[in-house]
C-alpha cells in the first residue's frame, strides 16, 4: 500500500484575513497525517512511545501551488521517501478532490523516550514505514 | 501596585477571515499575561515549577466588546480578584491604548507537578497574588 | 433532535507540556463544534454567509472538570439553549466515551456580512437552531 | 544594515508534551518576523496592503538543530536572500543568546490587494528588501 491517505480537519481558526489557510497549519496537518499514517500502518504513536521510542523534525519543506479555503475537505497522502538507519523522510501530497493543492517533506529523527538521544530505527516503526515506500524507490 | 499591565502580541496567524483576532487566541494572551504577571509580581512560572507547585485552569469567561485588528498593540491588565485556600482568581481588561475591548475571568487551582494533586496556595504565590489584588477588596 | 453531537479532532499541536489539550483550544473546538451543528441542522455556516449573515462571539465561558490527553477521540453535544432576536446561546458538552471532560457555552450575535451590524435572527438559522433546542426549554 | 533582528514571542501554548515549541509555530515566528522586518526596513505590512500589494508564501524550508523551550527569549535574525522580479525570499536565524537554534528560509511571491495575480515588486518594498540583503550578496 502507498501511499496512506488521510483526513485532515480545516477549521476557521486557521484560516487568515487573506481568506485562505495560514502556512504553519500545514506542519500542523503533516503532524496529524503522520499520526494516522503510523496508526493505519499498524504501529500507532503511542504504542510507539510506550515501546520508549519518540520522532523528533529535524528538516521541513514545503510548496504551495493552490490555497485551501474554509469548509474544502482536505486529503493528505502520505509516502515513505526514505528510511535510513536513525532517521526516515515522509513525503506528503495536500489535495482537495482530485488537485493538489502543496506537497510537504518533512525528514524525523527516532530519539529515546528517556532523553537519552538518538535511536536505530526500530523494527516495528520500519516495517510500518516499508509498507508505505513508494514503489519506485523499492 | 494593582493591576498589572503587560503587553501581548497580535500575530497574522491569529486574524481570521473576518479580519479580527478569532476568539480562542484570548485564552492564549490571557496565560502570557498570567505568565508575565508572575514575573513581574515576584515568583516567576519557572520558579513556582521548581519549587514543585503548577497551576490547572477550572473556570474562564469573557466578553467581547470590540474586536482586535492586526497591527494593533495590545496590553493587559491583569488584577487579583480573589485568593482562596487552593484557587484564585484573576480578571484581565484587554486594551488598545484607553479602550478597553474585552474582559476575561479565570480561576485557577494550584496543584503539585508530581501529579499528585491540589496544594494549598504557597507562601510566595500568595504574595505574588496580593500585589495585585483589587485595592476595593483589600 | 436535541442535542447534535459532533466529533473534533485532537492534534498533538494541542497538547501542552503538562500532557493536556491547552484550554484555548476548546474554544477552537466550540466553532468547529458550531459549523458542524449548523450543517447537520440543515443550514451550512456556507449557505449563511452567502445569505449574508454571519455570527460574531460576544461571551464564553467553559468549566473544565478533566482533562483531554493525545490520542482521545472527543465528542462534543451541542445544544441550543436560548434563542433571542439577534443573539442566541449554544452549549457544549465536551466528551471522552460517556464521561464529560468539560462544557462550554457562547452568546453569538447575528451580523450582516456587509459590516452593517446587528441583524434579527433570520428564519432559516431560527429553524436550524430550534431543531436542537434544549427539550426541557420548548 | 544586514540582518535586521526582531525578538518573538514564547507562548506557554506553542510549547508541546515534549517540553519544546512545536514545529508549526517556527512558521508563525517567520511571518511575524517578517512584518516586523517590514516595519524596520521602512516599509510597514499595512502600509503595503493600502498601497495595493501582498504577499504569498509559496515555499518555506526549515532545519531544527536545537529545541527552544518554555521561558527562553528568542531573537530572529533576518536577511534577504534574493530580490526576483515578483518574488523574493528571506532567510530566518532562530536564537537564543548567542546560540543558533534552527534556521529558514521562505519564498514570497508580490501579488495585488485585488485578487488580480502577481505584481512586480514595487519600488518601495524592494528598497526594504535591499536594506537588508545579505553583504556577500550585493
Redesign the interface.
Known sequence: MAPVTVP??T???M?????VV???????WF??AM?QFFTEAGY???AMNADGF?V??????????EAVR??EQVMIDVTTERIGSTSFTLSFGVRVGEQERSTGRTVYVVVATDGSGKRPIPPKLRAALESALNEADR
Open positions: 485532515v480537519a477549521s476557521y481558526f484560516v487568515d484575513q487573506q481568506g495560514f502556512n504553519m497549519w500545514y506542519l500542523g503532524d496529524d499520526t500507532p504513536y503511542t519518540d523528533q523534525l529535524v528538516h521541513t519543506e514545503a510548496d504551495w501551488r474554509f469548509g
